[in-house]
């Protein structure tokens, strides 16, 4: 976890605006950075290190804006969940029609697939983590539901991420091995799982037939031959007007059923009371039971096979 400071004083002054913009993009993700025009002379400072594919980052600089464009969604390879904590100044942050204003031991996620907006009116400067998607198990929706929310980093969850945040600064510089920084990133992917899920239920649509459904679909999620027919049956419609219900949350029954099935294998195989059963066992356990197809579609949700996630908890 070594740790980098990159600072605009190590730079002539005609050299900073340009220098500044490029290690902004380089340790964040592609972004336009347009510093104040009442800022005068640019000056910045970003401090980063890496816990194996999850990225801390500290910034501090004048007052600017920050969008990520979706030209800059479109060709990124990149897909972070982020969250920003002002530890200075006032921050406005724009995403998926939301706007969240956070203030210092405040905090927002953001997710680097969608555009965003970040304006500052004064000097600023946040703790930011980045943290990859395909690590985490949560579905489109919950990640869009949580992002440009104002998070109180003094009481609830919220109280678990400064502290978390802090820590991890005093540990960087340490010679920490390849294992214990996977079990680090797991912890930080934990928490912005609960942080997420701390919020999401009072933020989805309360649709009762869509309700529902995801009740029975996760009630039965182990029966193999679950589908959009037998959910509709239980739900008493058509699976006609189902489909027409989860399309207007921009997803589908199929897709519902996999991603509650990915993320119940994901958990299981975390488990160390269920390290005795095969992967292919844990597939079938919810409602997988061709080995091989279960590894597709599990390193196609998660960037890695199940026997890689369970290596990397025990």
Known sequence: MALVTIDTTTVAECDRLDFWRETVCDQFVALDVTPSSDSGLVTGRVTAASVADT?????????????RTPNQVRTADEGYLQVALA???????????????????EFALYDSARPFTFVTTDAFEYSVCLHPKSALPLSAPEVEAATAVT?????????????????????????LPAAGQE????TI???????????????????LHVGRARAYIREHIADR????????????????YLHKLFAAEETSVAAVIR??????AWEDLRRPELAHL????????????????FSRAFRARFDRSPSAHRAETF
């Not at 990225?55 to 969008?67: D, G, N, Q």
């Not at 079990?183 to 797991?186: D, G, K, L, P, Y």
């Not at 991603?259 to 119940?264: A, P, S, T, V």
Request: proline share 8%.
């Open 225 to 240: 031959d679950l589908c959009p027919a037998a959910v509709a049956s239980a739900c008493a419609i058509s699976v006609s």
């Open 259 to 264: 991603e509650e099935r990915l993320q119940g």
């Open 151 to 175: 998070f109180d980093g003094r009481r609830g969850v919220g109280a678990m991420l400064p502290p978390l945040l802090s820590s991890l600064d005093r540990a960087i510089g340490d010679d």
């Open 183 to 186: 079990a680090v990133a797991r």
């Open 189 to 207: 992917g934990d928490l912005f799982v609960a942080l997420v899920r701390s919020h999401v239920p009072a933020a989805l649509p309360g649709n």
């Open 87 to 105: 530890r200075r100044g006032r921050t406005l942050i724009v995403q998926d029609g939301r706007e969240a204003l956070i203030g210092p031991g």
């Open 55 to 67: 990225h801390l980052r500290r910034i501090a600089s004048v007052p600017h804006r920050f969008e």
């Open 278 to 293: 095969g992967v292919g066992t844990i597939g079938a356990r919810w409602g997988m039971p061709d080995p091989a197809a």
